[in-house]
């Protein structure tokens, strides 16, 4: 079945320091890929999202790339502040499971000032 | 729009006592579903919903009950609270147009319930 794999965590981080989270993925058919982020307290929340090989996605300066080469969606920061420190999670969706979510386990990231 | 609502907050039970988890979502969409979130597991499907009336088991369904009675509610209920369901509950509502990639999912807060 599919499945979703991030870099274990926690991860800690001065501000303006570079992030990169990873993420790899096993899928029968060709996935939409997701980032979500979770701030303390709350739900989640869309970051980016790539619906197909070599998309881009970004948003708030995060970005990731959908390599299907390498069946990888890793999330990268050029420059990280305090405001993100939250749960990042990778997500798949197969075009043909509706829109059933497959999560990976969730990245802590922590930004010291 | 509100988005997606859930109701209570936090919970405690004790063992065997039964509760709904209450979920709304005022965007019309179709496709809801029901989360559960521990830790280094991210997050787990247990029920899922497709449209009102239709309704079917996700990845961890056992000692939950789910009905759909109208597109905006889907409630989450658990018969036979147990220590096993100690999590934090997330229900969600999304849209998606075949065929196109657009699709987005929407998160309600949690619902952090506690079984002792």
């Known amino acids: 079945g599919d499945s979703v794999t991030q870099m274990e965590g926690p991860v800690t981080l001065s501000e303006e320091a570079f992030l990169t989270i990873n993420c790899t993925y096993t899928a029968t058919g060709y996935p939409s890929l997701f980032w979500y982020v979770q701030y303390p307290g709350e739900g989640l929340q869309l970051l980016l999202k790539a619906t197909k090989a070599d998309d881009k996605g970004s948003n708030k300066g995060f970005e990731a790339t959908y390599r299907k080469e390498t069946t990888s969606f890793h999330l990268e920061k050029g420059s990280v502040q305090v405001s993100d420190s939250a749960v990042y999670f990778c997500a798949l969706r197969e075009e043909t499971s509706g829109s059933r979510l497959t999560f990976g386990e969730g990245t802590q990231l922590t930004v010291n000032p | 729009n509100a988005g997606v609502t859930q109701t209570p907050k936090f919970q405690v039970l004790k063992t065997g006592q039964s509760m709904t988890l209450q979920c709304a979502q005022d965007m019309n969409h179709e496709y809801m579903s029901w989360y559960r979130q521990d830790p280094g597991m991210g997050l787990r499907l247990i029920h899922y919903?497709?449209?009102?009336?239709?309704?079917d088991q996700g990845e961890v369904p056992n000692g939950y009950n789910v009905s759909r009675s109208t597109t905006e509610d889907f409630p989450l209920r658990l018969l036979s609270a147990a220590p096993s369901q100690t999590s934090v509950y997330f229900c969600?509502?999304?849209?998606?147009?075949?065929?196109?990639?657009?699709?987005?999912?929407?998160f309600g807060p949690g619902t952090r319930l506690t079984v002792t």
């Open positions: 919903s497709v449209g009102a009336g239709i309704t």
């Open positions: 969600a509502s999304s849209y998606g147009i075949a065929g196109t990639g657009k699709y987005e999912q929407y």
